[in-house]
């Protein structure tokens, strides 16, 4: 092989061993989950079936609808409270102890996922932490249900995505020049109108980047609805995992599948669109 | 006025802490319980559910499986990554941008479709379900990761580095393993550990492709199903006590020298 020769194909080399691992281990099975999505369960013939019960059955509705519930009420919690708490640490605490702050604030973030709703479970169960102290001094008389109710998986997630987002706030609230407030504040505005109208404004994309990353992940989540709401009321993520499992129904677990992709696409294409409005 | 606002906004700091470290607080605290139940009233300290975790055989292969899963298909991401962000980053090929897309691409779907889309193909070429099918599924995800982090890391000074060593007459692969290797060591060090702690907590993957012998956080979901138990607070503390170590490693050696 001449010099030239080889050194051409160097760079193929290099590339091709990540590219083949993701057409052979990701797109292949994309596809393939794609095409099933159009078979018949018994016999495996071309059809609409699976869409069509998706649409037909309300329980299936149901679940996309209580998908998209927890979700945004779960997005809408998380940056409300994560906001104030990344605001406090990036402009009260003394700058040499933010690092140790914000660490602290994210160090739960690596519990594994499934301990992580185990202990919320232990938190919130019928004879659990919470339900312990408030019978014990008296608020209530008999124990709340939280635990298996889609409250639990609202605290679940917001929890995790609390984390989430006062990393992704903070290092917006950081990125702002001082400069900006200076100016504002020596044209004459309050605290309150530098915030509404200065920081606010500059932090909104890093908001809407949060929060559609918050979307995603809790969308397409099992184990936190799984393990706190129980099977009470299902999540879209459950619903396809009772598919494979109890059923062993792979092309109508595909079509859940590829209309919770379908979802997210959407919220995307929102989310976008919205951002580059913020920008101009 | 002031010192309204000051204990307003320690109040809500520490209201936040208190939420955020509630549930680990209570794993932590009833991993400690001397009694059968971990719930209140608290009856230790006791390190008994530490002793039957760490002599349950189930749990403790479970766990050397989660530590070689996570080693080998770390290694495996990395070095798949680094060698196409070496090549991207390098050498101008056609459609470049595309293929740099197609590699992230996996960024952006859900766990639980990966999993799906790897069972689906697995089943129909006959492939067994295996700790070696999880690794493969976990490769997918932490690929475009790592080839992310080390693209992003490839500056304009290294390839001065390296021009000097082709110029001194090294190879091509003398170049890359003797210079671009090293210089971008903390990159490659943070996207292995990275992917070393998705690996580790990874369940939903593990739970569709592996059988008899998983993961885990797979063993950990089957301990649940004997409802609220000292045993699952043990092994609990033991992966968080893992996962800060892995963390603090990567803050230790890679933030802190990137600052």
């Known amino acids: 092989m001449s010099e030239s020769q080889s050194g051409r194909l160097l760079p193929w080399a290099l590339v091709t061993p990540a590219l083949l691992w993701t057409l052979v281990f990701f797109i292949i099975p994309f596809v393939a989950m794609f095409v099933l999505s159009f078979m018949q369960h018994e016999d495996g013939r071309a059809t609409f079936e699976n869409y069509r019960q998706f649409f037909d059955n309300p329980s299936y509705w149901r679940a996309l609808v209580n998908s998209l519930q927890v979700t945004l009420t779960v997005t809408a919690i998380s940056v409300l409270l994560a906001y104030p708490f990344a605001w406090i640490l990036a402009e009260i605490v003394p700058v040499r102890y933010q690092r140790l702050a914000l660490m602290l604030a994210v160090l739960p973030f690596w519990t594994s996922y499934v301990v992580r709703s185990y202990s919320w479970l232990l938190v919130l169960a019928q004879n659990g932490v919470v339900n312990q102290a408030l019978t014990g001094s008296g608020i209530v008389d008999d124990p709340l249900q939280i635990a298996n109710t889609r409250g639990a998986t609202i605290i679940g997630f917001v929890h995790f995505f609390v984390m989430l987002l006062t990393l992704t706030i903070f290092a917006n609230l950081k990125q702002l020049s001082p400069s900006y407030r200076r100016a504002a504040a020596d044209l004459g505005a309050g605290p309150v109108r530098v915030f509404l109208h200065v920081i606010l404004p500059l932090t909104l994309p890093g908001i809407m980047v949060g929060a559609f990353l918050t979307f995603v992940l809790a969308i397409g989540d099992y184990i936190t609805p799984q393990i706190l709401g129980g099977n009470n009321e299902l999540l879209m993520p459950q619903l396809i995992m009772m598919q494979i499992g109890r059923r062993g129904d792979f092309p109508l677990a595909s079509a859940l599948a590829i209309i919770l992709m379908v979802v997210v696409t959407i919220a995307y294409i929102i989310c976008s669109r919205w951002l580059k409005i913020e920008r101009t | ?259």
């Open chain 2, 1 to 259: 006025m002031r010192a309204a606002g000051k204990i307003l906004v320690s109040a809500y700091a520490l209201a936040i802490y208190g939420f955020i470290f509630l549930p680990v607080v209570v794993l932590v605290l009833f991993s400690l319980q001397a009694s059968s139940f971990p719930i209140p009233p608290f009856t230790g300290p006791s390190l008994r559910w530490y002793e039957v975790v760490l002599s349950d055989r189930r749990l403790m292969s479970a766990l050397f499986n989660s530590v070689a899963v996570a080693l080998l298909s770390s290694a495996l991401a990395v070095a798949l990554g680094f060698l196409a962000a070496w090549g991207f980053a390098r050498h101008h090929l056609p459609r470049s941008g595309l293929m740099r897309g197609l590699i992230t691409l996996p960024l952006t779907v859900s766990y639980l479709i990966i999993g799906m889309g790897l069972l689906i193909v697995f089943n129909w070429a006959g492939v067994p379900k295996s700790l070696i099918a999880a690794g493969i599924g976990h490769v997918v995800i932490n690929l475009p990761l790592c080839f992310a982090i080390i693209y992003s890391q490839m500056g304009d000074h290294q390839v001065t580095l390296e021009r000097a060593a082709r110029d001194l007459g090294a190879s091509e692969w003398k170049v890359l393993f003797l210079v671009s290797v090293p210089v971008l060591w903390p990159a490659i060090f943070a996207s292995f550990f990275l992917a070393m702690t998705f690996s580790w907590d990874e369940f939903v993957i593990a739970f569709l492709l592996t059988r008899f012998d998983t993961t885990l956080p797979v063993e950990i979901w089957n301990l649940l199903r004997s409802g609220l138990n000292p045993r699952t607070n043990a092994i609990g503390s033991l992966v968080f006590g893992v996962s800060i170590v892995l963390a603090l490693l990567l803050e230790l050696v890679f933030f802190r020298r990137s600052r």
